[in-house]
């Protein structure tokens, strides 16, 4: 009896989080002029072409593992560092107040949460940003920077995804940057990803995305999406998962905010 009572205390108060946190889904669209303007499919062909190419230049800075894959990034505690003064420099720039935040965590039981795909979740109770470590080579930092956008109250994954990618992007860093870069590619499928001009070093990448992902995730992996997907609707985003891909159409729409290196 005294397990049931525990249990429901911990379930009542998990439920008022969800519900707290569920008013930031109420938010006004991160920036409510891009509902105004439209993209035509040449407009994004022609921009994302412009980003492969930049991704190309950019990689071919960098070196490689002994298997072709992107160096990683390792040490957690360091990058955290970086990617939170860079995070506070964009939304200061973009007309948001700073404020200091708690230090990204690795997440307890990682190897279980990668079988679900989940890379990363914001700590419900202790307000932390937790990711799974490693991860795949090349998309440490965005990985990071998205986790940290959602501290601030962006709620929505596309808005997160937004924030977290114009903080890599504007890093001075080429391997930060290019984490940006990797994960921007990860938001769409690979088939219409090399239907760009993307380099094979980058084409390599993310078949090492890829096989990182197909050697974690476990057979609860389609349940856990299907679940999340429905908790975001229930929040209110019709999108569901999709929601992380809308971040492409607020770079293309907002190219004036992005801070170039």
């Not at 490689?64 to 990058?79: A, H, Q, W």
């Not at 307890?108 to 307000?127: D, K, V």
């Not at 709620?155 to 995804?161: G, N």
Request: net charge negative; charged share 20%; hydrophobic share 40%.
């Amino acid at each position: 009896q005294g397990s049931l009572a525990l249990l429901l205390a911990v379930s009542h108060i998990f439920s008022v989080y969800l519900w707290m946190w569920g008013f930031n889904y109420l938010r006004d669209p991160f920036f409510s002029s891009t509902n105004e303007r439209t993209l035509s499919y040449q407009d994004v062909r022609n921009s994302m072409s412009r980003y492969a190419l930049s991704t190309n230049q950019l990689r071919e800075q960098l070196q490689e593992n002994e298997v072709g894959c992107v160096n990683s990034l390792d040490d957690l505690d360091v990058l955290d560092k970086d990617i939170e003064k860079q995070q506070n420099i964009v939304l200061k720039k973009l007309g948001f107040q700073p404020i200091n935040r708690t230090h990204t965590k690795k997440q307890l039981l990682s190897n279980l949460w990668l079988q679900i795909g989940s890379a990363g979740i914001y700590g419900p109770f202790t307000g932390e940003s937790n990711v799974s470590w490693p991860i795949a080579p090349g998309l440490e930092a965005g990985l990071i920077a998205h986790e940290r956008s959602h501290l601030f109250g962006f709620a929505k994954e596309s808005s997160a995804e937004y924030i977290g990618l114009l903080t890599v992007l504007s890093s001075e860093a080429p391997l930060i940057r290019y984490s940006g870069w990797l994960r921007l590619w990860t938001l769409v499928e690979y088939e219409e990803a090399i239907s760009y001009p993307l380099s094979e070093a980058v084409r390599r990448d993310l078949l090492c995305v890829a096989k990182y992902w197909n050697s974690h995730l476990g057979g609860g992996h389609e349940t856990a999406m299907d679940v999340y997907d429905r908790l975001l609707k229930a929040q209110g985003v019709a999108s569901g998962l999709k929601n992380y891909q809308e971040a492409i159409t607020l770079l293309l729409l907002n190219e004036d905010h992005w801070i170039s290196p």
